[in-house]
């Protein structure tokens, strides 16, 4: 499992953060980081291909 270093001079601020919503810091990073990604993700496009009945074939 990676594990990344998170910079020290963010530990501190990460600490003081979590203790003031009586979090543990883990769960306050997952919960950053999560809320970051659903900022930045792409939206999933809706599938607009119609899907192929099993009996219907392609002739070539």
């Known amino acids: 499992m990676y594990?990344?270093?998170i910079r020290e001079d963010l530990v501190p601020r990460i600490y003081?953060?979590?203790k003031e919503k009586k979090l543990?810091?883990?769960t306050w990073?997952?919960?950053a980081v999560?809320?970051?990604l659903q900022e930045t993700a792409p939206q999933p496009q809706p599938n607009t291909e119609r899907k192929k009945d099993s009996?219907?074939?392609v002739s070539h």
């Open 3 to 5: 594990s990344p270093k």
């Open 16 to 18: 003081r953060a979590a």
């Open 34 to 36: 999560e809320l970051r």
């Open 24 to 26: 543990p810091m883990t």
């Open 29 to 31: 990073v997952n919960q």
């Open 55 to 57: 009996h219907e074939y």
